[in-house]
């Protein structure tokens, strides 16, 4: 190195910048190393804690959630940012992010952080009552409570256009409520009459193949085989039994699925486990040098569930995977499937029926129980709706969009978790995600050819390859909504997953 | 509360000196926090974590021990320890144990606990080659560098008679290498010619009954119904897997025991068990109130191992223990055990005979092992033994005191990873360990009446129970020589193990 470039890299003209950077890197990455401390800690907390850690457990998360918060939020990331000139694409997308997340974590009075935690830690309780008695009322004013907070989240954080804006930022950086409303709008109109046409076949797929005997060593096996299969490496990753399944990435080299057994069911133990692989290849799929940076972070909520639905559904559920799985499952369990054919496995796993529940609803029923949620939120969010309303509001949307009467509030509008937690703003993602999953997927066999082919044969590598370069080693260089774009040359729509749904469904079906 | 005593509640004349006190608990309790949120994070490198995670977790652990190490060493602590009035006796043992820890960590330079940090880390590669490869002078450099920065921890640290006073002060804190030496001075003239008897008898145990077929689901399974009989709380802890056994207390209500399996070979998944049983019991009687303080902490790392040793072999090795469990242990490896007799197992448990390997020596030579290595360490920190000397001076002193010539060093100096880890001082908590638990025991058996019969009955909870009271509770109230007095009304003495010793082998070798 020439020696009159030695005061660029130890301060002055040129040096002090880039100095600004590596301390606010290293500063936001002590933020980031305490998540992922926290990630263990609450993955232990759901898989091996014993029940009387629980107290203890709830101070250390805590804890760690203040330090961290702390690091996050410390005025000297202000200063940097302030100061900060950042050369180069990787520098301007760190620094871009970390001044959103900065931002946002600032302009947030702690006070109402505080009454959030404590109003939404009591909520939970409260909701998981309600839905047991089945009774809103005693629900509704911690809801009104909980949108009350919410809204004066917004205040603070800011927004240009519509409140529900600065609740979708912390989930989908980026999207608004009007993008996703337009979206929305346009897959529920194609969706809602390939519903009815499918529902007029009056076909049906024997329901009782899923619903037989799997023993849950056999699923854990098989599950753990095919999850490797696609990819996920358990060199770098576990998969474990939990009540409540989830994916947890704790940074380069450790990612943690977990799932739950039905002894009589095999839709948890093996595409819920296809589900977590997703987002766990996506986790193994960051950059492990910019571990702790958005560069090396996921792209937001909604890619992140494209990767889980991708292969869950547009591969785990296509004929092709199942050309090659379904010998082996029967050999796995030759009792329970002997007397099923392939055909009747693959109809099984794509049933298409009008349901109560989002999180057992079918991969196009599923999206209207989104669309739903979304325009009470942003309704609850503007004040048109009451939340003693909601209710009434509910079952009203339901019977117009699915044709049915939910038979009780805890059937309906009481049967998620989300808003006793606060989460208002986060279901959107789970259909950005069947739409980002959708277009990826319309691309990656535009770019690979004859994908099903791999497929027949188990081999997922290309698929793997195609996303890791694609769509897991960008990180967050770019939003969600730009990433779109750029992989697949169009902007967000709802025409790949309208078109997939009626290439699947119509042999199935007869339509 | 009256409003004359809002100014000391709030602080003034008598308010400040309280308020300083709970200022430094709290900031004490931080790093306590942060090193039982490491514990999670340790554990679970040692049992669950995926090969991969391993360069990631290093960073985890680094950091949490640089924010613990810097949450213990703030100034703030060193000032409110300067002007704290600690009333009444537990605000007395918590200021008095606060301060000889934060003394000691602030009189560590930080370059020297980098340099030992470094070394070390290096190391225990080196000496695991060595060992593999009987190759004692490539390590020779190694011990002689981590010697001679112990000598420089003991000089920064201070000390009064001796250097090795200032080692032992971290694990065994009061404890001194005088002190020490009289009692195991006095322990090797009664063990010598007792071990000397047992060997002229040449009477001994089948040797084939402990290296059986055990198959290792039913080790799992049985261990851990001789954990929980004894008193180890499984809704409090858990029992797992693990290459080098630990038992890691995590906070109040949260325990973790590992062990590991040999399909031929009881010892680990039996006595292995109750050893980290034992630990986890003590863990388990600590005061959950003062978690994080003194007062709440176990009292010495020789207090620590009397309680593993009290269960793995004052109570697990005992006749009465087996009348209770043999059958149970027939029942569960029936194919194995059917021609095997009450006494010849509790024969084979107790087998008294010299060996080369520490870990693997029965009660009563063990501790000859452990002499050794304390006359070693003290010639090593004091400059009368040369680190390369080390090989001929420990076969010199195990062939005076075992009368055997180590085969390699291997099996003789390279043996041990302590060293290669800069745990000097170490060793003789172990035999600190022995001597504490015969010493409690016999007062047990004094204070409880016929505790055999309870054993015989398969009741441990009067035993558990005294121990809780009189050794667990205190938490660090009394510093071990301290507790052992007033739990036994003597000072520790090696004549309740050699008569502990003395009673058991007299009738099994007919001595």
């Known amino acids: 190195m020439a020696g009159w470039y030695e005061p660029a890299m130890n301060g002055g003209l040129y040096g002090e910048p880039m100095d600004a950077y590596q301390e606010l890197i290293d500063r936001f990455r002590e933020s980031k190393l305490l998540e992922s401390i926290g990630a263990i800690v609450g993955w232990d907390q759901h898989t091996y804690m014993p029940p009387k850690g629980a107290g203890h457990r709830a101070e250390q998360m805590g804890y760690l959630a203040k330090l ?28 871009r992010e970390i001044r959103r997340v900065y931002d946002r974590a600032v302009k947030m009075p702690s006070k109402l952080v505080e009454e959030i935690a404590r109003t939404v830690s009591q909520a939970q309780n409260i909701w998981a009552e309600a839905r047991k008695k ?3 009322p005693s629900f509704a004013p911690w809801l009104e409570k909980i949108v009350g907070l919410k809204r004066a989240e917004a205040k603070a954080v800011g927004y240009k256009e519509s409140p529900y804006d600065a609740l979708l930022d912390e989930y989908e950086p980026g999207a608004t409520a009007a993008e996703i409303t337009r979206v929305f709008a346009e897959l529920r109109a194609d969706l809602v009459p390939l519903v009815a046409a499918i529902a007029s076949t009056g076909k049906k797929p024997r329901k009782d193949i899923l619903t037989r005997e799997y023993a849950v060593d056999r699923q854990h096996v098989f599950g753990q085989g095919a999850a490797a299969a696609i990819g996920f490496d358990f060199q770098a990753g576990r998969l474990d039994t939990t009540v409540h399944p989830f994916c947890s990435g704790i940074g380069p080299g450790d990612c943690r699925l977990t799932t739950r057994y039905h002894p009589r ?38 890619i992140h569930e494209s990767q889980s639905r991708l292969w869950e559904n547009q591969v785990g559920r296509c004929r092709p995977f199942w050309e090659h799985f379904f010998p082996r499952l029967q050999q796995t369990f030759p009792a329970t499937l002997d007397d099923v054919t392939l055909d009747d496995f693959i109809f099984s796993a794509n049933n298409v029926e009008k349901s109560f529940i989002r999180v ?21 969010m503007t004040g048109d709706l009451k939340p003693t309303d909601v209710p009434a509001a509910w079952n009203e949307k339901f ?3 699915l044709d049915l009467t939910p038979p009780s509030d805890a059937q309906g509008c009481l049967q998620d978790i989300h808003w006793s937690m606060g989460g208002l703003g986060y279901f959107p993602t789970y259909t950005l995600g069947n739409l980002y999953a959708a277009q990826f997927m319309q691309q990656a066999r535009q770019d690979l050819g004859d994908i099903d082919a791999d497929f027949r044969r188990g081999v997922f590598s ?29 902007p967000l729509s709802h025409k790949p997953l309208i078109a997939y749904l009626r290439g699947k469904y119509a042999p199935l079906y007869g339509i």
Not at 73 to 95: F, Q, R, S, W
Not at 294 to 300: D, H, I, L, M, Q
Request: contains cysteine.
């Open 68 to 95: 961290g918060h702390e690091k996050l939020t410390n005025p000297h990331i202000g200063e940097l940012l302030g100061t900060v000139k950042p050369a180069g694409e990787i520098e301007t997308v760190n620094v």
């Open 134 to 136: 089945n009774d809103f």
């Open 265 to 302: 069911e095999l839709n948890q133990g093996l595409w819920g486990i296809l589900h977590e692989a997703g987002h766990g290849i996506y986790e193994q799929g960051l950059d492990p040098a910019h571990f702790g940076t958005p560069a090396g972070s996921f792209a937001s909520l909604g």
């Open 360 to 380: 057992e609803a079918d991969e196009a029923t599923y999206n209207m129980h989104i669309i739903l949620r979304f325009e009470l939120e942003q309704a609850l």
């Open 399 to 401: 019977r117009k969009m």
């Open 462 to 490: 290309r698929m793997k390859g195609w996303l890791n370069e694609k769509v897991h080693r960008p990180g967050q260089r770019h939003r969600a909504g730009e990433l779109c774009r750029r992989v697949t040359g169009q």
